[in-house]
């Protein structure tokens, strides 16, 4: 399905982005991906994936994610998809949130993705040709106890994909959001026992969320076999 294709993947070393890498390593794509800190897991994905890269991006410093995936171009000519999943979470309550709190989160959730999209747009446009995956979450759709700033952050997401959708047509670029419901892993880890019991029992699977149920999407999506899906957000939640 992606053979053939590069995929670049923001926070490949997270519980989504390691799924997301797999998958699309197994339908045939080059995968680069990024990380921060966790180098470790990083270099052990790389040995996992035929041909895979790994990049150290601070999504925090927009010099930083520029020079970085400029650099990336003068080696990859062409990325065919990017799929935004970098993100990140406090869990704090709403009163005790400071300014570098609400700073960070943001920075990174949505300034960092705005820009890493168009360092890596530049080179979809001189293409002509390219795929936007961005992940969002039920966190910024649905009435739910989730830190604030993170719901909000993820609530920006399906207005980008409508806007870029539009802005990006004529190069042929599709965007589109995936919005997973609770995982089983990752961030959802946090999440108390008597709300993960409560998500399950009104879940019309009767259980969590993977991270190969959202990779099997977004690789679809990432793919030309959903070359007629554009400007949409779409809810991976097992029906809730």
Known sequence: MLKGKTVFITGGTGYLGRGICRR???YGAKVIFTYNRNAEKAEALVKELPGAKAMQMNLNNVQDITAKIEALYKEEPVIDTLVNNAAISQIMPFAMLEEEDV?????INI???IFVTKAVVRGMIRN???AIVNIGSIAGQRILD???TYAMTKAA???MTHALAAELKRFDIRVNTVQPGMMEAGVAKGIPDDLRADFVRHNTRGRA???QDVAELVCFLASDRSSYINGQ???VDGGI
């Open 24 to 26: 699309a390593a197994e």
């Open 146 to 148: 989730v830190p604030l």
């Open 103 to 107: 700073d960070l989160v943001l920075n």
């Open 128 to 130: 002509k040709h390219g």
């Open 111 to 113: 300034k960092g993705t």
């Open 233 to 235: 957000n779409i809810t």
């Open 157 to 159: 997401l399906p207005g």
């Open 209 to 211: 969320g993977t991270d």
